[in-house]
């Protein structure tokens, strides 16, 4: 049964702590899901797998009936490539009809608003002009009290002196 | 009774130097119809053009004449329009034949009434690949779905009612939207009807489909024909 010898053993584990960090670090920093560590941690730990126990190689090479473990590794590694894939394609197609989406709403919505905006500054002015408006508002108000200045200096000439004067 | 309020849509792309004369055809029916262009994100002044005969929606990007399309139905959706119909914004349809389609929607009325080319007589000049992929996807088409006898189902001028566009404003296929949309339709158990209808050569502008492009526009059309047969409408 052949085995791997120390030097390839040494490689591959150099290979796969290095790309675990690396990818353990990107999902720590939200840049991968778990899903997606799980599945590109096979990349590691596969060939690892198979390089340090090459009997549990052997022991898949019999029960899939093929002749070289390594034929073995390269269609599990592609298995689930393919899933990786699939979940990928997936998730871009439901991205794709969101944006769509988006943009159909999004078109519509400056539409609807030019649309106001056009509105607003053909409008005709059907009262009398708003400067004018606003003057006949000050000058009907009716003064139910003193004017305001007036009762500013009564409160001011009735308030008790409690102290020293400043 | 008060009479319906239709809704022309007319998506374009690049149509600068038609759509001001279709507009203005449009408005010379004196029919009463309202308009919306939508336009799906030309290069050229088409939307300046456009603006000052209709409201105008500019897609921000370009996303095909199915999310064009469908834009103009969520906006009849909205609105509250009894009839919406699609017109080409290159000039190719007639507008003096949408009446055509309203007139056979009061005959029989069916969800969606299609303006065919092919109906009474064959006298359209096309290619001849065009017209086969046409004819074999039409027979596909009748062939699958039972209550179904297009001659045209690639025809970009359709008259939607209420039930279609609200329809089609939640579902409506981006990829080969004419004939999916009437596959789609079919298996929500709307009807289809068609009206014979002239339509003009292309005055500016050149086809996206030409060469043997209609041979594999076809296959694939057919393959999502026969999707639509079997799959549910939720799941669109």
């Known amino acids: 049964m052949p085995t791997a010898s120390i030097k390839t053993i040494i490689i591959i584990t150099l290979f796969a702590s290095g790309y675990m960090f690396f990818i353990i670090r990107k999902t720590a920093r939200g840049q991968l899901d778990l899903y997606d560590l799980f599945m590109l941690s096979a990349v590691a730990i596969i060939p690892s797998a198979f390089a340090i126990f090459p009997q549990f190689a052997n022991f898949l090479a019999v029960i899939t009936g093929v002749l070289f473990p390594f034929v073995v590794l390269f269609g599990a590694l592609l298995a689930i490539l393919f899933v990786f894939i699939h979940r990928l394609t997936v998730k871009i197609h439901i991205l794709e009809s969101d944006n769509r989406l988006f943009l159909q709403e999004l078109s519509l919505l400056k539409q609807t608003v030019e649309y106001v905006d056009d509105k607003k500054s053909r409008a005709p002015q059907t009262g009398p002009p708003i400067v004018e408006y606003v003057d006949n508002k000050k000058n009907r108000v009716t003064q139910t009290g003193p004017a305001i200045v007036e009762y500013v200096d009564n409160k001011k000439n009735q308030a008790p002196q409690t102290g020293p004067t400043t | 009774m008060n009479s319906p309020r239709v809704l022309i849509i007319i998506p374009?792309?690049?149509?600068?130097?038609?759509?001001?004369?279709?507009?203005?055809?449009?408005?010379?029916?004196?029919?009463?119809?309202?308009?919306?262009?939508?336009?799906?994100?030309?290069?050229?002044?088409?939307?300046?053009?456009?603006?000052?005969?209709?409201?105008?929606?500019?897609?921000?990007?370009?996303?095909?004449?199915?999310?064009?399309?469908?834009?103009?139905?969520?906006?009849?959706?909205?609105?509250?329009?009894?009839?919406?119909?699609?017109?080409?914004?290159?000039?190719?349809?007639?507008?003096?034949?949408?009446?055509?389609?309203?007139?056979?929607?009061?005959?029989?009325?069916?969800?969606?009434?299609?303006?065919?080319?092919?109906?009474?007589?064959?006298?359209?000049?096309?290619?001849?690949?065009?017209?086969?992929?046409?004819?074999?996807?039409?027979?596909?088409?009748?062939?699958?779905?039972?209550?179904?006898?297009?001659?045209?189902?690639?025809?970009?001028?359709?008259?939607?009612?209420?039930?279609?566009?609200?329809?089609?404003?939640?579902?409506?296929?981006?990829?080969?939207?004419?004939?999916?949309?009437?596959?789609?339709?079919?298996?929500?158990?709307?009807?289809?009807?068609?009206?014979?209808?002239?339509?003009?050569?292309?005055?500016?502008?050149?086809?996206?489909?030409?060469?043997?492009?209609?041979?594999?526009?076809?296959?694939?059309?057919?393959?999502?024909?026969?999707?639509?047969?079997?799959?549910?409408?939720?799941?669109?």
């Not at chain 2, 409201?55 to 969520?74: E, F, M």
């Open chain 2, 12 to 236: 374009c792309y690049n149509e600068q130097g038609s759509i001001a004369a279709l507009l203005q055809e449009i408005s010379a029916c004196q029919r009463g119809y309202e308009t919306i262009v939508v336009d799906d994100g030309s290069q050229d002044a088409t939307y300046q053009v456009a603006r000052q005969f209709s409201p105008t929606v500019k897609q921000l990007k370009n996303l095909g004449i199915g999310a064009a399309v469908q834009v103009g139905i969520k906006y009849a959706h909205s609105k509250g329009f009894d009839f919406c119909v699609q017109i080409d914004g290159d000039g190719q349809h007639k507008p003096g034949e949408i009446s055509k389609l309203l007139q056979a929607y009061q005959e029989m009325p069916h969800s969606i009434i299609i303006g065919s080319r092919y109906l009474q007589n064959d006298t359209f000049r096309s290619t001849w690949v065009r017209r086969f992929g046409g004819r074999v996807i039409a027979k596909v088409m009748n062939t699958l779905f039972s209550q179904c006898a297009v001659t045209d189902p690639t025809s970009g001028m359709r008259l939607m009612d209420r039930k279609a566009i609200e329809f089609f404003a939640k579902h409506y296929p981006h990829d080969f939207p004419e004939p999916i949309s009437l596959a789609w339709a079919l298996k929500a158990g709307l009807t289809v009807g068609e009206v014979q209808v002239k339509m003009r050569t292309r005055v500016h502008g050149n086809s996206s489909i030409v060469g043997l492009k209609p041979i594999s526009y076809m296959f694939r059309v057919l393959g999502y024909i026969v999707l639509a047969r079997f799959m549910r409408i939720a799941s669109l």
